[in-house]
């Protein structure tokens, strides 16, 4: 019995290493190879990140096609901002009624005031279900701004890369809003994401791996 504990330890153990030899690897990896378009999901989440979002994507050329929107089930506002954006990007420039756009939508990770208890259960629900959504789109980047939907969003990309699916390159940026300490999601994915940009000198000081840029929403 002792020898199948520890057997079953050791195993235990070998995996953690490979697992986080190969988290490791992933986070490194920078895949540059020039690419004619770059399928995007883009992470949209309610009131002001789901505007911030959509101004830095109408930065973004069309050849960011496919789009992919992600939002939070019980969002009801983001579906037709979202729509919004789309009609208005192709009415300004008809080269981009081609580009295709979707919408899909998963369980909120946290509630406003939820207890953080049931926030870990509820983010766990999330990324069961965001999981077979990353999967099935394999986008090229994902970007994101700060929603708590974004976490199992991007912790399924991550997972793409360590199973050896496809390396997906996340892109963080941190809310105009946050000047001096970061957001609940930023302190969780500037460990995870590839780049990590803020719009405020003082966050820079703070958070050397992020890259400021000035604001850019």
Known sequence: MVCVLILAVAAA???AVVLVLRLWTVLRCQDVTPRESLSLLVVAGSGGHTTEILRLLGSLSSA???RHYVIADTDKMSADKINSF????ADRD???MASKCYIHRIPRSREVQQSWLSSV???L?????SFPLVHRVRPDLVLCNGPGTCVPICVSALLLGILGIKKVIIVYVE???RVETLSLSGKILIHLSDYFIVQWPTLKEKYPK???LGRIV
């Open 121 to 123: 259960l509820s983010t």
């Open 210 to 212: 992020s890259v400021y």
């Open 13 to 15: 153990g070998t995996v």
């Open 175 to 177: 809310s105009i809003c």
């Open 64 to 66: 960011y096609s496919p």
């Open 94 to 96: 008809p080269s981009t």
């Open 125 to 129: 629900h999330s990324m069961w279900l």
């Open 86 to 89: 789309e009609l208005d990007r």
